[in-house]
């Protein structure tokens, strides 16, 4: 009898969204990596490496570093990066150092974004949903 792959739960989370961006005075999308693990002395920054190429998004988890502010802080690790420019159906393709990926298919437009999965056990989820951000 075939073993069944053991249920995980995911690791991180990515958020796509809309954010009005007041330094630039531009709506920008917004890609928002988080741990669901809860740090509760450091606050941790994901370092990300993210490429785009034609109808192609990959972004690299490359790992967790200390932020730059020595106060204490509660909560999970943050990677972000905002675009101004992504429009239509993207590929996109999430992954771990350890080779581990996940994809997805966004769609975006000027009001909008969809986001379709597509591992059975992913290690991140992906929601449209908007987040507050400091």
Known sequence: MPRKKKQRAPEYTLRVFHH????????????????????TSFNYEILLDITVR????????????TTAL?????????????????????????????GELNEFQIELTASTV????????PF????NKPVTLS
């Open 20 to 39: 009005y961006d007041e330094r630039i005075r531009k709506v920008v999308q917004v890609f928002l990596v988080q741990t669901i693990k809860e740090f």
């Open 54 to 65: 034609d109808r192609e998004i990959q972004i690299k988890i490359l790992g967790l570093r």
């Open 70 to 98: 020595t106060m204490p802080g509660i909560g999970p690790a943050q990677g972000r990066h905002d675009f101004t420019d992504l429009n239509g159906s993207y590929h996109l393709t999430i992954a771990k150092l350890d």
């Open 114 to 121: 969809s986001i379709k999965e597509s591992a059975p056990v």
């Open 124 to 127: 991140i989820t992906a929601s």
